[in-house]
Protein backbone atom coordinates (compact mmCIF):
# COMPACT_ATOMS: atom_id res chain seq x y z
CA UNK A 1 0.00 0.00 0.00
CA UNK A 2 1.55 3.41 -1.18
CA UNK A 3 0.53 6.76 0.25
CA UNK A 4 -0.49 9.44 -2.52
CA UNK A 5 1.99 12.25 -2.19
CA UNK A 6 0.98 15.92 -2.72
CA UNK A 7 1.80 17.36 -6.09
CA UNK A 8 3.93 19.61 -4.39
CA UNK A 9 5.56 17.37 -2.29
CA UNK A 10 6.31 14.96 -5.30
CA UNK A 11 7.88 17.31 -7.52
CA UNK A 12 9.99 18.63 -4.67
CA UNK A 13 11.33 15.27 -4.19
CA UNK A 14 12.99 14.13 -7.66
CA UNK A 15 14.99 17.69 -7.29
CA UNK A 16 12.27 19.70 -9.25
CA UNK A 17 11.00 23.59 -7.85
CA UNK A 18 7.15 23.72 -7.33
CA UNK A 19 6.03 26.88 -9.90
CA UNK A 20 5.07 29.60 -7.85
CA UNK A 21 1.59 30.92 -8.59
CA UNK A 22 1.71 34.37 -10.31
CA UNK A 23 -0.93 36.65 -8.53
CA UNK A 24 -2.69 39.69 -10.48
CA UNK A 25 -0.89 43.23 -9.06
CA UNK A 26 -2.64 46.02 -8.30
CA UNK A 27 -0.47 47.57 -11.14
CA UNK A 28 -3.08 45.85 -13.39
CA UNK A 29 -5.72 47.81 -12.11
CA UNK A 30 -4.34 50.82 -14.15
CA UNK A 31 -2.87 48.53 -16.88
CA UNK A 32 -6.68 47.18 -17.99
CA UNK A 33 -8.07 50.65 -18.84
CA UNK A 34 -4.90 51.87 -20.54
CA UNK A 35 -4.96 49.28 -22.65
CA UNK A 36 -9.02 49.21 -23.14
CA UNK A 37 -7.98 53.60 -24.36
CA UNK A 38 -5.15 52.39 -26.80
CA UNK A 39 -7.05 49.66 -28.19
CA UNK A 40 -10.11 52.56 -28.25
CA UNK A 41 -9.21 53.33 -32.13
CA UNK A 42 -8.67 49.98 -33.37
CA UNK A 43 -11.81 48.76 -32.50
CA UNK A 44 -13.60 51.97 -33.67
CA UNK A 45 -11.59 51.40 -37.08
CA UNK A 46 -12.69 47.65 -37.23
CA UNK A 47 -16.81 48.79 -36.46
CA UNK A 48 -17.02 51.59 -39.26
CA UNK A 49 -15.63 49.25 -41.33
CA UNK A 50 -18.61 46.76 -41.40
CA UNK A 51 -20.96 49.86 -41.02
CA UNK A 52 -23.13 51.68 -43.78
CA UNK A 53 -22.27 55.32 -45.02
CA UNK A 54 -25.39 56.25 -43.34
CA UNK A 55 -24.42 54.78 -39.80
CA UNK A 56 -20.96 56.58 -39.82
CA UNK A 57 -22.88 59.90 -40.48
CA UNK A 58 -25.12 59.51 -37.49
CA UNK A 59 -24.92 61.53 -33.84
CA UNK A 60 -24.16 60.55 -31.69
CA UNK A 61 -22.78 57.12 -32.78
CA UNK A 62 -23.51 53.82 -31.97
CA UNK A 63 -22.54 50.39 -33.01
CA UNK A 64 -23.34 49.17 -36.51
CA UNK A 65 -26.91 47.29 -37.32
CA UNK A 66 -25.72 44.18 -39.14
CA UNK A 67 -22.02 43.22 -40.65
CA UNK A 68 -21.64 44.36 -44.67
CA UNK A 69 -18.48 42.40 -45.69
CA UNK A 70 -18.90 44.06 -48.96
CA UNK A 71 -17.01 47.39 -47.85
CA UNK A 72 -13.62 44.77 -48.11
CA UNK A 73 -14.25 43.99 -51.37
CA UNK A 74 -14.99 47.12 -52.51
CA UNK A 75 -12.14 48.32 -51.20
CA UNK A 76 -9.83 45.28 -52.92
CA UNK A 77 -12.13 46.14 -56.62
CA UNK A 78 -11.95 50.39 -56.53
CA UNK A 79 -8.31 50.59 -56.97
CA UNK A 80 -5.28 48.30 -57.77
CA UNK A 81 -5.37 46.85 -54.26
CA UNK A 82 -3.72 44.17 -54.46
CA UNK A 83 -0.82 45.90 -56.49
CA UNK A 84 -0.26 48.50 -53.73
CA UNK A 85 -0.19 45.33 -51.09
CA UNK A 86 2.97 44.36 -53.80
CA UNK A 87 4.40 47.66 -53.58
CA UNK A 88 4.47 47.96 -49.99
CA UNK A 89 6.00 44.44 -49.37
CA UNK A 90 8.56 44.73 -52.09
CA UNK A 91 9.79 47.79 -50.37
CA UNK A 92 9.51 46.95 -47.02
CA UNK A 93 11.12 43.61 -47.38
CA UNK A 94 14.08 44.99 -49.25
CA UNK A 95 14.48 47.94 -46.43
CA UNK A 96 14.53 45.17 -43.67
CA UNK A 97 17.06 43.42 -45.80
CA UNK A 98 19.57 46.75 -46.10
CA UNK A 99 18.96 47.27 -42.57
CA UNK A 100 20.11 43.96 -41.35
CA UNK A 101 23.02 43.60 -43.37
CA UNK A 102 24.47 47.19 -42.98
CA UNK A 103 23.43 48.32 -39.76
CA UNK A 104 25.32 44.91 -38.58
CA UNK A 105 28.33 46.01 -40.17
CA UNK A 106 28.34 49.58 -39.40
CA UNK A 107 27.69 48.46 -35.77
CA UNK A 108 30.55 45.83 -35.98
CA UNK A 109 33.06 48.51 -36.95
CA UNK A 110 32.08 50.90 -34.29
CA UNK A 111 32.23 48.49 -31.60
CA UNK A 112 35.08 46.37 -32.36
CA UNK A 113 37.35 48.16 -34.79
CA UNK A 114 39.62 50.70 -33.58
CA UNK A 115 39.91 53.67 -36.03
CA UNK A 116 40.65 57.40 -35.95
CA UNK A 117 37.33 59.19 -35.14
CA UNK A 118 35.40 56.39 -34.26
CA UNK A 119 33.99 57.80 -31.21
CA UNK A 120 33.44 61.57 -33.20
CA UNK A 121 31.89 59.55 -35.98
CA UNK A 122 29.33 57.51 -34.01
CA UNK A 123 28.34 60.59 -32.06
CA UNK A 124 27.38 62.40 -35.46
CA UNK A 125 25.15 59.24 -35.84
CA UNK A 126 23.33 59.15 -33.30
CA UNK A 127 22.76 63.02 -33.80
CA UNK A 128 21.13 62.68 -36.67
CA UNK A 129 18.25 61.01 -34.80
CA UNK A 130 17.97 64.43 -33.17
CA UNK A 131 17.07 65.87 -36.98
CA UNK A 132 13.42 65.87 -38.14
CA UNK A 133 13.05 64.38 -41.84
CA UNK A 134 11.13 67.37 -42.86
CA UNK A 135 14.69 68.77 -42.48
CA UNK A 136 16.24 66.43 -45.03
CA UNK A 137 13.23 65.85 -47.20
CA UNK A 138 14.55 68.13 -49.84
CA UNK A 139 18.11 67.15 -49.57
CA UNK A 140 17.40 63.21 -49.98
CA UNK A 141 14.83 64.31 -52.93
CA UNK A 142 17.73 65.48 -54.94
CA UNK A 143 20.22 62.87 -54.35
CA UNK A 144 17.28 60.28 -54.88
CA UNK A 145 16.40 62.62 -58.33
CA UNK A 146 20.57 62.49 -59.06
CA UNK A 147 20.18 58.72 -59.27
CA UNK A 148 17.47 58.72 -61.69
CA UNK A 149 15.36 56.63 -58.71
CA UNK A 150 12.51 59.39 -58.91
CA UNK A 151 9.10 57.98 -59.47
CA UNK A 152 10.53 54.45 -58.95
CA UNK A 153 10.34 51.82 -55.67
CA UNK A 154 14.23 52.04 -55.95
CA UNK A 155 13.59 55.66 -54.33
CA UNK A 156 11.75 54.81 -51.45
CA UNK A 157 14.28 51.78 -51.15
CA UNK A 158 17.87 53.55 -51.30
CA UNK A 159 17.14 56.26 -48.25
CA UNK A 160 16.45 53.51 -46.00
CA UNK A 161 18.39 50.66 -46.35
CA UNK A 162 20.45 51.98 -43.25
CA UNK A 163 18.88 53.97 -40.42
CA UNK A 164 21.14 55.65 -37.44
CA UNK A 165 18.82 53.66 -35.14
CA UNK A 166 19.98 50.26 -36.51
CA UNK A 167 23.57 51.31 -36.28
CA UNK A 168 23.62 52.03 -32.50
CA UNK A 169 20.98 48.51 -31.65
CA UNK A 170 24.24 46.66 -33.40
CA UNK A 171 26.55 48.58 -32.18
CA UNK A 172 25.06 48.23 -28.48
CA UNK A 173 24.89 44.63 -28.44
CA UNK A 174 28.40 44.02 -29.90
CA UNK A 175 29.44 45.54 -27.16
CA UNK A 176 27.99 43.17 -24.54
CA UNK A 177 29.47 40.11 -26.49
CA UNK A 178 32.63 39.05 -24.62
CA UNK A 179 35.90 39.40 -26.35
CA UNK A 180 37.31 35.91 -25.86
CA UNK A 181 34.80 34.30 -28.28
CA UNK A 182 36.26 36.55 -31.06
CA UNK A 183 39.98 35.96 -29.96
CA UNK A 184 38.74 31.93 -30.09
CA UNK A 185 37.18 32.62 -33.69
CA UNK A 186 40.65 34.23 -34.44
CA UNK A 187 43.17 31.36 -32.99
CA UNK A 188 41.01 29.21 -35.22
CA UNK A 189 41.71 31.09 -38.51
CA UNK A 190 38.75 33.21 -38.98
CA UNK A 191 39.05 36.97 -40.11
CA UNK A 192 36.65 39.74 -38.61
CA UNK A 193 33.77 38.97 -41.32
CA UNK A 194 33.44 35.23 -40.55
CA UNK A 195 33.93 36.10 -36.93
CA UNK A 196 30.97 38.05 -37.73
CA UNK A 197 28.73 35.28 -39.95
CA UNK A 198 30.01 32.39 -38.19
CA UNK A 199 30.21 33.42 -34.26
CA UNK A 200 28.40 36.60 -33.32
CA UNK A 201 25.09 36.71 -35.81
CA UNK A 202 23.78 33.35 -34.76
CA UNK A 203 23.94 35.10 -30.91
CA UNK A 204 21.69 38.07 -32.12
CA UNK A 205 18.63 36.85 -33.01
CA UNK A 206 16.59 39.10 -30.58
CA UNK A 207 18.29 41.98 -31.90
CA UNK A 208 18.22 41.16 -35.87
CA UNK A 209 14.52 40.32 -34.97
CA UNK A 210 13.79 43.72 -33.36
CA UNK A 211 15.59 45.73 -35.95
CA UNK A 212 13.79 44.23 -38.51
CA UNK A 213 10.12 44.08 -37.06
CA UNK A 214 10.69 48.09 -36.37
CA UNK A 215 11.80 48.54 -39.93
CA UNK A 216 9.44 47.15 -41.15
CA UNK A 217 7.31 48.94 -39.24
CA UNK A 218 8.53 52.31 -39.99
CA UNK A 219 8.56 51.71 -43.99
CA UNK A 220 5.26 49.69 -44.48
CA UNK A 221 3.40 53.05 -42.20
CA UNK A 222 5.45 55.63 -44.12
CA UNK A 223 3.25 58.29 -45.74
CA UNK A 224 4.84 61.51 -46.33
CA UNK A 225 8.46 60.41 -48.17
CA UNK A 226 5.86 57.89 -50.88
CA UNK A 227 3.88 60.94 -51.36
CA UNK A 228 6.98 63.57 -52.06
CA UNK A 229 8.93 60.94 -54.55
CA UNK A 230 6.42 58.98 -56.34
CA UNK A 231 3.43 60.33 -58.70
CA UNK A 232 2.68 57.11 -61.02
CA UNK A 233 -0.56 55.33 -59.94
CA UNK A 234 1.59 51.49 -60.62
CA UNK A 235 4.43 52.62 -58.01
CA UNK A 236 2.52 53.48 -54.85
CA UNK A 237 2.07 52.06 -52.41
CA UNK A 238 -0.71 51.52 -49.96
CA UNK A 239 -0.97 54.13 -47.85
CA UNK A 240 -0.89 56.40 -50.66
CA UNK A 241 -2.98 54.56 -52.12
CA UNK A 242 -6.05 54.94 -49.36
CA UNK A 243 -6.19 58.50 -49.71
CA UNK A 244 -7.78 57.36 -52.77
CA UNK A 245 -10.84 56.32 -51.16
CA UNK A 246 -10.77 60.28 -50.02
CA UNK A 247 -12.31 62.76 -52.07
CA UNK A 248 -12.61 66.35 -52.48
CA UNK A 249 -16.27 67.07 -51.02
CA UNK A 250 -17.42 63.27 -49.75
CA UNK A 251 -15.10 60.05 -48.08
CA UNK A 252 -16.34 56.69 -48.31
CA UNK A 253 -15.49 55.91 -44.42
CA UNK A 254 -16.74 52.29 -44.75
CA UNK A 255 -14.68 51.41 -48.00
CA UNK A 256 -11.89 53.66 -46.25
CA UNK A 257 -11.89 51.93 -43.18
CA UNK A 258 -12.28 48.28 -44.63
CA UNK A 259 -9.18 48.87 -46.67
CA UNK A 260 -7.03 50.58 -43.69
CA UNK A 261 -8.28 47.22 -41.55
CA UNK A 262 -7.10 45.08 -44.55
CA UNK A 263 -3.17 47.37 -44.63
CA UNK A 264 -2.90 46.49 -40.91
CA UNK A 265 -3.09 42.97 -40.76
CA UNK A 266 0.23 42.05 -42.09
CA UNK A 267 2.04 44.83 -39.49
CA UNK A 268 -0.08 43.25 -36.86
CA UNK A 269 0.42 39.70 -37.20
CA UNK A 270 4.22 40.21 -37.44
CA UNK A 271 4.09 42.72 -34.30
CA UNK A 272 2.54 38.83 -32.32
CA UNK A 273 4.97 37.19 -33.39
CA UNK A 274 7.79 38.68 -32.58
CA UNK A 275 7.06 40.67 -30.08
CA UNK A 276 8.92 37.99 -27.89
CA UNK A 277 11.99 39.17 -29.18
CA UNK A 278 11.63 43.17 -27.70
CA UNK A 279 11.96 42.24 -24.16
CA UNK A 280 15.36 40.03 -25.13
CA UNK A 281 16.63 42.25 -27.28
CA UNK A 282 16.54 45.57 -25.14
CA UNK A 283 17.76 43.07 -22.22
CA UNK A 284 20.59 42.04 -24.50
CA UNK A 285 21.22 45.70 -25.83
CA UNK A 286 21.97 47.36 -22.62
CA UNK A 287 19.03 50.09 -22.78
CA UNK A 288 18.10 51.81 -19.88
Not at 148 to 166: E, K, R, S, V, Y
Request: glycine residues 6%; positive net charge; contains cysteine.
Amino acid sequence: MTLALPRQAVRTEHGGRPRPRRRPSPLHLLLVPLSLVMLAPLIWMVLLSISTQAETRRFPPGLPGGVHWQNYTDAWHQGPFGHWLLNSTIVSVACVLGNLVFCALAGYAFARIPFFGSRVLFVLVLATLMVPFQIVMLPTLIVVRDLHLTDTLGALIAPNLATPFGVFLMRQFFTTVPRELEEAARIDGAGRLRTLVRVLLPLMGPTLATLAVLTFLNVWNDFLWPLIAIQSPGNMTIQMGLQNFQGSHLTNWPVLMAGTVTSQIPVLVLFVIAQRFFVRSIASSGFK
